[in-house]
């Protein structure tokens, strides 16, 4: 199946920082990516979804200042936390997809794990 | 509203033992359904997905699962567990246009010898 590679897998920062997540499709081109955000214990939440060369779509009650992502080709986007405070710290999932119908399966990165201190 | 209710928290089965986990959904249109497994430190991997037609769908590794719409139901099975199927199990319900997938809480599966 088609590869998702995340960068990097772990992070640990300081509060006040930023930090940048690159999600890349390694062997595909993918019209859309998704950016999701996982708590422990609980499920994947849909944060925004981005096409190449537009603007991303948050869902509500995502910061859109807060979370930067640049969708600058059709393998590589990235999610930028800005000013990280520890409430942000969470494991970030994204995915990546061809074309729009659910049929087009949706495939995943392994998940950057962010620690803000 | 639209949802996805995994009711088992967590599952422990002996290995060689059947495994039945039970996924319940609320979804305004035609429900197009997927099961996924994540491992540690892995990415979630499709396991089988459900559009239409035979309501019962073979998926990898020796996973099925049946629709039953009359209770809004999409379960997974395996008739016996191997060790290495030991992860979190996700059950999630997407529309057939867009892409706003909803997930459910996971299913963490314990496999004892």
């Known amino acids: 199946g088609a590869v998702v590679s995340q960068h990097p897998s772990r992070v640990i920062c300081k509060s006040g920082t930023s930090v940048k997540i690159e999600c890349r499709s390694l062997?595909?081109?993918?019209?859309?990516m998704f950016w999701y955000r996982q708590f422990p214990k609980q499920s994947l939440m849909l944060m925004a979804t981005?096409?190449?060369?537009?603007?991303?779509?948050?869902e509500q009650g995502v910061e859109k200042d807060k979370f930067l992502i640049n969708h600058a080709s059709l393998t590589l986007s990235t999610l930028t936390v800005t000013s990280a405070h520890p409430e942000d710290s969470s494991f970030y999932i994204c995915?990546?997809?061809?074309?729009?119908?659910?049929?087009?399966?949706?495939?995943f990165g392994p998940g950057t794990r962010l620690t803000v201190l | 509203a639209q949802s996805v209710t995994q009711p088992d928290i967590h599952i422990t089965v002996s290995e060689g033992a059947s495994l039945e986990l039970r996924c319940n959904y609320s979804?305004?249109?035609?429900?197009?359904l997927f099961w996924y497994v994540q491992s540690p430190g892995q990415g979630l991997q499709l396991l089988l997905k459900?559009?239409?037609?035979?309501?019962l769908v073979q998926g990898i590794k020796g996973f099925e699962a049946e629709f039953k719409r009359s209770q809004s139901s999409f379960n997974l099975r395996k008739p016996s567990v191997h060790w290495s199927d030991a992860a979190e199990y996700f059950c999630?319900?997407?529309?057939?246009?867009?892409?706003?997938?909803?997930f459910g809480t996971g299913t963490s599966l314990t496999v004892i010898p």
């Open positions: 995915s990546a997809k061809i074309g729009r119908l659910a049929t087009n399966e949706q495939f």
């Open positions: 062997d595909f081109q993918a019209t859309t």
């Open positions: 981005s096409n190449e060369g537009s603007k991303a779509t948050y």
């Open positions: 979804y305004g249109a035609t429900p197009y």
């Open positions: 459900y559009f239409s037609g035979d309501t």
């Open positions: 999630a319900v997407g529309p057939l246009l867009g892409n706003q997938f909803y």
